[in-house]
């Protein structure tokens, strides 16, 4: 009695593991479906990047830059960045269609990308999706004065808005 019970333990046990090996199988491959629905479609990738509606050639050139925290400043600021172009910020041209300047808290300027947004923003900042971590969005823009804000909200606050006064062309 002993040897059966034995033998019907390890029989159990043997069908117990060939049915849990069989059933982890199973997740780790499909079988064609016998419907006539179709596949679904895979996932569509990243939306293509929308171009800004400011040229990168536009801003490319020699700034005076200064920054305010209230708005009541800007007039003011704007005299202050002004009065910086004996020592201008360039902003240059870079070798793939965007502009040389720096991220925040970088010491070495880059080549970032002026990128729209499906509101109608405008930003700068490095490939990827418009208003990204990195980016600062472009506040107004006449073509003489430039102001711009970090979307990174430490970096908003640190900097607050840039405002970039174009120089005029030396003579």
Known sequence: MFTSFSARTVANLGIASALALFLGACGSFSLPSLSSSPEPAPEPGMAPDMPATIRADEIVGRWGLASYQNPADRARTEAAAKAQCKQPYVIGAGSSGGVIMHLADQATPQELRLKGSPGGKNFIGP?????????????????????????????????GNMVYVRCSPRA
């Open 127 to 159: 490939p990827g999706p418009a208003g990204g971590e990195q980016d600062r969005e472009i506040v107004s823009f006449d073509g003489r004065v430039l102001i711009t804000r970090f979307t990174d909200k430490d970096a908003a606050t640190r900097y």
